[in-house]
């Protein structure tokens, strides 16, 4: 049976289900730590292996698409993410909860490198500015509707823990079979014919010339205190938005993430004529005094404080990335771009892995004021700092999006 949509849209649904399904667990957190009698630390250590395994398959698996094509990736990416996703829903404990949430990690992965691929293969000539813009805003959608729906079926769902994980499984399901079901044009298919072979999965890292090298060094922070932040929310959230706003339970988390991803995606849109200069020191900017609001908030109980708090870190992450990848296509050349693109990722991935560890760890110690309190502190630290040196220095104002 031929699939009367075209296969552009098709690629889309699938890869917006696919990552849908990666992000639904965050609102559920607090379920997970009262279910089980979880430690901060555990839930901390759920998401950073999460992280992890997303980490290691765009380290390992990042180039598989160009070889191997991209719909048998995404094809692949989907069963792994349904996998993970059943063993989440059957999970019985915490170790086997994190053996499917790396399952669903790896595959987050996979998706995004495959889906990217392919929709750029699908377009028309002269439009990959228009269908980077559309991919990226796609790929939010998805990561931010996987919260929103976890929220809404974690509130008022029976059987939450197992649920919520419905409509991903059905969802992905459909995504495959309309996969399997397309009329591909040959443009598509991998073009290299030969085997794979092992030297295919080795990390490609780079850093750029000595001259570079500071700019380089500042550019990277942008994506560490996004991901971070974003990171804080994803994970550590809905343990204590309860001090936070009047309203509880996983819906309230759940629109949280979502607002701050759709939010960003569409700050990433309008702030795309702004100067690089002015687009880094503007969201680093943004990130500090949404944790500075974040802090004070945790004694104040404000829901104005709380919204308000939410909308600049969507500012402060969307202006960061848009600013970030803006300065490495400065930076890069054709023969070390690809490699430090994945640098670029890594230090940003890294930087939603070790503070939510350290959070984790504090807050088992010393409670969870104090562990976020010390992760704002050293985020608006950081954040001012490079937001200084970013402005100051020449490399950014030659850059463009």
Known sequence: MKLKVSPFMWVSFAMIVGVMGTALISPLYALYKETWGLQASDISLIYVLYMGGALCSLLFLGRLPDRAGFRRVMQTGLVLALIGTLISMAAWNMTSLIAGRVLV????????????????????????????????????????????????????????????????????????????????????????????????ALPKLTWPASSDSVAFLLTSALPFLAFGVFGLYASMSPLFLDKLVPWHGPVVSGTAIAVILLASACVQ???????????????????????????????????????????????GHGMSMLAGMGMINRIAKPHNRSGLLSTYLVIGYIGSMLPMMAIGWIADHWGMNVAVSSFCCFVILLAITVAVLFFKHPRPRTATH
């Open 269 to 315: 849109i309008m702030a795309g004529r702004l100067p690089t200069h002015w687009c880094g020191t503007a969201g680093l900017l943004g990130l500090a005094l949404s944790n500075a609001l974040l802090m004070a908030n945790l004694w104040i109980g404000s829901a104005i404080l709380f919204a308000l708090g939410v909308a600049l870190t969507a500012m």
């Open 105 to 200: 990690g790896v595959a987050s992965s996979m998706l995004t490198t495959s889906a990217t691929l392919g929709l750029a293969q699908l377009s028309k000539p002269g439009q990959m500015q228009r269908v980077a813009m559309v991919t990226g805003f796609l790929l939010a959608f998805g990561f931010g509707l996987g919260p929103l729906v976890g929220g809404i079926m974690g509130q008022w769902a029976p059987y939450p823990l197992v649920t919520t994980y419905i409509p991903t499984l059905v969802l992905g399901c459909v995504g495959w079979y309309a996969l399997s079901r397309l009329q591909l044009p040959p443009s598509t298919l991998p073009q290299n014919t030969q085997a794979l072979q092992w030297r295919d």
